[in-house]
């Protein structure tokens, strides 16, 4: 199948550390992504990670992969409020232009 | 990053006429472009996939009459919802993607409803 999941929801105070986490079920995925969605808006690449990678950090940013598991996540370092919004991670299928969204998590942060 | 519009930003039709978006890439050329929906508080569901020049590759269950997709050039991707019906309403949001296999741009979306 191509379920892609997520938690829903997640709440943390300013400063701290938030960690999206998503599941995944095709392992022939060459390309992970994590894009943010502000409401009303379109989607915006955060970051991404190719599948022979365990972690790639980019600033605040920091992904994990987990292929094993087909698990993936991202660290949002110092959390701000302007980084309350939906993130959905993302996968591409080996041998396809498609990408196949996860359920979505809403990131809310308190001051 | 690479920039994609999409035009309208939002439309209100009634039931019965047809509506066309329009997604454009900016400063880049596109080679495929993406159409997807978003019902409210829900994900992204892949709608087609187009390649210039080329017939629309549509997902399971989307009917291809029904969504028209135009990929004329490598700028340029329509979306026109024929027949609308209040059910079509919906979040569109299209993407684009270069020659690099691993970045693809979203539109800001198009919000279309239907009365």
């Known amino acids: 199948g191509e379920d892609v999941e997520q938690s829903l929801f997640l709440s943390v105070r300013e400063g701290d550390s938030s960690v999206i986490n998503c599941t995944y079920t095709d392992s022939s995925s060459t390309y992970l992504y994590w894009y943010k969605q502000e409401p009303g808006a379109g989607l915006q690449l955060l970051t991404y990670i190719f599948s022979n990678m365990d972690m790639k950090q980019d600033q605040r940013l920091t992904v994990l992969l987990n292929k094993k598991d087909k698990h993936l996540s991202l660290r949002i370092a110092d959390t701000q409020t302007g980084d309350s919004a939906i993130y959905f991670c993302a996968e591409s299928p080996a041998g396809t232009d498609k990408l196949i969204f996860g359920t979505g998590t809403r990131l809310q942060v308190f001051p | 990053g690479a920039v994609v519009s999409q035009h309208p930003s939002w439309v209100i039709c009634k039931s019965g006429t047809s509506v066309k978006i329009e997604c454009r890439s900016l400063d880049f050329q596109a080679t495929t472009m993406f159409w997807y929906r978003q019902f409210p508080k829900q994900s992204l569901m892949l709608m087609a996939t187009?390649?210039?020049?080329?017939?629309?590759?549509?997902e399971q269950g989307v009917e291809k009459d029904k969504f028209l997709i135009n990929h004329a050039s490598l700028t340029l991707s329509t979306l026109t919802v024929t027949s609308a019906h209040p059910e079509d309403s919906s979040f569109y949001i299209c993407?684009?993607?270069?020659?690099?296999?691993?970045?693809?741009?979203f539109g800001p979306g198009t919000r279309l409803t239907v009365t």
């Open positions: 187009s390649n210039e020049g080329s017939k629309a590759t549509y």
């Open positions: 993407s684009a993607r270069g020659t690099r296999r691993d970045e693809q741009y």
